[in-house]
């Protein structure tokens, strides 16, 4: 028997067992097209790592205050000076950014007052992360020198696709953004805190669910220089003067990471009298980390889908099984007419084969077609689809199917056609 005939006859029995060959194909479909899904968003949460690692360069430090710390009077916390000594101390170092932020300052423009947050910088801070589109200037180092009350507006980049769940977010959205949107500020005046501000610059995002960086959604909204926010706008009674919450370092180089971590350490231990009031965290690590908390999800998914395919390759087990002991006659029928033990199998895997190929084929289109309508649904592309991807899931399902019906078959083989042919019809 060669392969169209027994495709024939497989198509036939298809057709003639409907609701037993439905099932099998459903739990095909739904196992492939669950697969499928995990690979697209693995591969998306893949390049979606890889640019955000590009955005924070080799090296990314972090040093910041630590948590629930009980402070014993001899630290000033985390300062400028502690960035110029790292500066001084590690002049290798490609970025060292210290930020400070403010999330309640007063601001007005043309008399109405808006709550918006303030973040002071250094020149290094464009260093890194840095996905803005800039109009007019950048803040340069003779603004810090003069503490100078000069200051740049960030500009809500929206979206290419807006998610449904967005027009609600964006209700949400305070006053300030909604001006920045609606108003060209460059070359204004602002009103921070009760201190005049020249508008020089604005930086506009890009659209969010094209933004590379990890976690889009925690952006300043009005950037001024560091030394002028501390004079300003950064008093506290119970801050130094020249606190920062953070400070971003970048060794430039991956191989010096540890080294350079380690000297920080020491470096601001005795800086801090020996307070243990600071940690300086590896950024990668962090991100590794939130990637391995959601690398669950899709190892769920995955064994889910796993589970499907496997119901379906034992459904089609269990419909094979049912089709030889259907087809017993038949069979002896065959073998006396001189069909091999090879033609017989073939009749039976070409069917699992066949119900396998169109499972997996309406299994990649389903999930083709989900992955489409959850990345309208979702504020950033997670998902990217190969299409390599789709063939091999096709073929995948295919084998699963081919391996189940193979002991079936080989039964129906060894059947002696002297008592098939005794068999009741």
């Given amino acids: 028997m060669n392969l169209v005939e027994a495709a024939r006859a497989a198509a036939r029995e298809i057709r003639v067992h409907k609701v037993r060959s439905l099932l099998s194909f459903s739990a095909i479909s739904v196992g492939t097209a669950s697969l499928l899904y995990t690979l697209a968003q693995t591969r998306g949460m893949q390049q979606a790592v890889a640019r955000n690692m590009e955005l924070m360069g080799p090296g990314p430090l972090r040093v910041e205050m630590r948590r629930n710390y009980v402070k014993k009077g001899l630290s000033k916390g985390l300062t400028s000076a502690d960035a110029e000594a790292i500066r001084r101390e590690l002049p290798e170092l490609y970025m060292v950014s210290p930020t400070a932020e403010s999330w309640d300052a007063r601001t007005t423009f043309e008399g109405k007052r808006y709550d918006s947050s303030v973040t002071g910088v250094t020149t290094e801070w464009r260093r890194r992360n840095w996905v803005y589109a800039l109009r007019g200037r950048f803040l340069n180092s003779e603004d810090e020198l003069q503490r100078a009350r000069v200051c740049l507006v960030v500009e809500p980049g929206g979206w290419i696709k807006k998610p449904f769940w967005a027009k609600f977010w964006d209700f949400f959205n305070g006053d300030f953004e909604k001006l920045v949107s609606h108003r ?242």
């Fill in 184 to 425: 060209d500020l460059l070359g204004r005046r602002l009103e921070l805190s009760g201190h005049d501000f020249l508008v020089v610059g604005a930086l506009r995002l890009p659209p969010h669910d094209k933004d590379p960086r990890w976690d889009s959604w925690s952006n300043p909204q009005v950037v001024v220089p560091l030394a002028t926010f501390q004079t300003y706008l950064g008093s506290a009674q119970d801050r130094s003067p020249e606190h920062v919450n953070e400070i971003e370092v970048d060794t430039g180089d991956e191989r010096s990471l540890g080294a350079a971590r380690r000297r920080i350490e020491a470096l601001m231990k005795a800086r801090h009298r020996g307070e243990d009031d600071f940690e300086v965290k590896n950024s990668r690590e962090d991100l590794e980390d939130e990637i391995r908390e959601q690398s669950k999800y899709v190892a769920v998914a995955i064994a889910l889908g796993i589970v499907a395919l496997l119901s379906g390759g034992i459904g089609i087990l269990n419909v094979t099984l049912a089709a030889v002991y259907s087809r017993v006659r038949e069979i002896g029928v065959r073998r006396a007419l001189g069909a091999e033990r090879a033609d017989v199998m073939a009749l039976f895997v070409a069917e699992a084969a066949l119900l396998g190929l169109a499972g997996g084929a309406a299994g990649a289109a389903l999930g083709a077609i989900g992955i489409r309508w959850l990345s309208r649904s979702s504020d950033r592309d997670v998902m990217d689809l190969a299409w390599y991807h789709a063939v091999g899931m096709v073929l995948v399902a295919s084998a699963v199917a081919t391996a189940f019906s193979a002991y079936p078959a080989w039964l129906a083989s060894r059947l002696d056609p002297v008592e098939a042919l005794r068999e009741e019809a």
